[in-house]
């Protein structure tokens, strides 16, 4: 670290207690952020294991939501482990959270799918991620605050982007991880079983990071606080009953770690979805792409943290919004046009339109498998939306027959509520067979082709996606130490840092998947995290303080 460090200009190699701080914190982080995100990387896969019983269009978005809904409760690990770490110490704290992130993930890789234990499976999985991401909203709170009250003033955005980078590290290593046991024990077997073992290694991770957290020393500024007798016996009512303190929270989370969290999820996670799930492109290859762009853009986090202390938290973060914001839609056509071309010309060349009673479209969603979609639109939309044809709609007169246009071919859908079950499945494969054969023929593609994917474009693309995170990402930490005393500091900054990260964050593919679903352009999920950036660059312009030079010992 001290060789990357000490490149920069007019920077100081960090001492090597300092060294053994951010070292600790980090490691312990990256195997929690591991454990975290193999959910999100496998979980088109995992939504063939645990939800069999859905429909495939619904298993797939299912999947999303389960891997949301750790990060949904987040902000509740928030409140219960950053009342904990103000009252105890930061270092017990994120003990327990890293002990509980381990158990939780390595029961994932124990636990029977749908076929084994039915109902009971989903349900299991999802008390887990509800685990996990308790677990992990005690973690980043604790790790960044610890690390932050060791900083010399004037280091404290190079010191904590070390912990920036730690997620980032725990993505990149839970890929290596899956594509390692993916080609080592081939991808039929994966699929069958060795999906599992990623999981099962976080024993041995959760091991090596308890030990190391052990060897910690409480932080300095927590220390002398507690000598003095300033600690607050009541950290979640100074921090949200009091209006000075919950005006900053509010404030921080809508005009910093907001638009923070989808730029952080959309360049790292719905990058990765659109690559597969929209352009067809082999999921071994995306995992690939992405842990290159990683590597290319992981430096980028000490830099931006460095530069925040020269320039300030709030110039870089909301430049890295603003930017995200403003780019987004070329930077994935971008993708579309070097990752899958044979979809980009066949959609300019013979364009998909389904014309149709929009009254008689549902929303295409069935989180309990029960619901059958019948109409003709919904009919022929489910079928688009499952083979990821990008398609337009055309409003039709109240009652009309819904039709799929491709190119100047016209192929009209049927009414379903009224057929028997063997009469819907016969008359849906005819109907499946006309536009599968009239897609073929307009050149739309099942799987992206890899010899005409440029791969050095797409990994400067998702690069870019990358060094935006790392803008957003990589002064935050220290941004939100900054803006809260000592006393109610760890529950302050983790509450808005998690329902930024978990609830606006961590919804991005889910709900950017369930817009184009919705509409049939490939790229409406975008308006999503476009329009959450831009609402925090706002606000964040207008109503947030630079905290670059403030003291934080209070």
């Known amino acids: 670290m001290s060789t990357t460090v000490s490149s920069l200009p007019g920077a100081k190699p960090i001492g090597s207690s300092h060294k053994r701080v951010i070292f600790a914190s980090s490691l312990g982080t990256v195997f929690e952020w591991y454990d975290f995100y193999l959910y999100g990387s496998l979980a088109a896969l995992i939504g063939k294991q645990f939800f069999t019983g859905l429909n495939e269009t619904s298993q797939f978005i299912f999947a999303l939501l389960a891997f949301a809904a750790g990060f949904a409760v987040r902000p509740f690990g928030a409140i219960v482990f950053g009342r904990v770490g103000d009252l105890i110490g930061r270092k017990y704290t994120f003990l327990v959270t890293i002990v509980i992130m381990g158990t939780s993930t390595f029961l994932v890789g ?4 749908y076929n084994t234990i039915g109902m009971a499976a989903p349900v299991l999985l999802i008390l887990l991620r509800l685990l996990q991401g308790l677990a992990l909203g005690g973690e980043y709170g604790g790790a960044a605050t610890y690390v932050a009250e060791h900083a010399p003033a004037g280091k404290r955005g190079l010191y904590t982007s070390f912990i920036q980078i730690t997620a980032t590290f725990g993505l990149f290593l839970s890929l290596l991880v899956i594509l390692g046991s993916r080609l080592g024990l081939g991808d039929e077997a994966f699929q069958a079983w060795g999906w599992r073992i990623p999981f099962l290694i976080s024993a041995v991770l959760v091991g090596v990071s308890v030990y190391i957290r052990m060897q910690l020393h409480e932080s300095p500024v927590f220390q002398q606080m507690k000598a003095e007798g300033k600690g607050s016996k009541a950290p979640l009512t100074e921090a949200f009953g009091q209006w000075k303190n919950l005006k900053l929270v509010i404030l921080a989370l809508f005009g910093a770690t907001a638009g923070q969290a989808v730029v952080w999820y959309t360049g790292q996670f719905y990058s990765l979805y659109f690559l597969t799930q929209s352009l067809k492109v ?3 290859t995306a995992n690939l792409l992405i842990a290159v762009a990683l590597l290319i853009g992981t430096p980028f986090f000490v830099f931006f943290g460095w530069l925040s202390d020269r320039i300030g938290r709030k110039t870089v973060v909301l430049a890295g919004c603003l930017l995200a914001a403003a780019t987004y839609f070329p930077i994935f056509k971008g993708l579309t046009h070097y990752g899958n071309p044979a979809i980009e010309a066949a959609a300019a060349a013979a364009p998909v339109k389904v014309t149709a009673d929009p009254n008689a479209c549902s ?4 989180p309990v498998g029960k619901k ?32 799929v ?24 494969k005819q109907f499946t067979d006309k536009v599968n054969a009239q897609l073929t023929t307009a050149g739309y593609p099942e799987k992206a082709d890899p010899s005409k994917s440029n791969y050095p474009m797409l990994v400067i693309l998702l690069a870019i996606l990358v060094i935006y995170v790392t803008m957003v990402y990589g002064p935050i930490a220290a941004w939100l130490v900054e803006m809260f005393p000592t006393r109610i500091r760890y529950t302050s900054m983790s509450l808005p840092y998690h329902i930024g990260n978990g609830w606006f964050g961590g919804f991005v593919p889910t709900i950017g998947f369930m817009l184009v679903a919705w509409k049939g352009d490939i790229y409406y999920g975008l308006w999503y995290p ?8 706002v606000i964040g312009l207008l109503f947030v303080r630079e905290t670059k030079d403030v003291a934080i010992d209070h």
């Open 372 to 403: 059958t979609f019948t109409s003709s639109c919904d009919v022929a939309k489910s079928l688009l939306a499952k083979k990821g044809i990008p398609y337009s709609n055309v409003d039709a007169p109240a009652g009309s027959i819904a039709t």
């Open 530 to 537: 476009i329009g959450v950036a831009l609402m925090t660059f």
């Open 363 to 366: 929303f295409q969603f069935d």
């Open 405 to 428: 246009t491709i190119g100047d071919e016209v192929i009209e859908s049927f009414e379903g509520g009224s057929l028997d079950k063997a009469t819907f499945t016969a008359t849906n």
């Open 282 to 284: 082999d999921g071994t």
């Open 110 to 113: 124990v636990l029977p799918g």
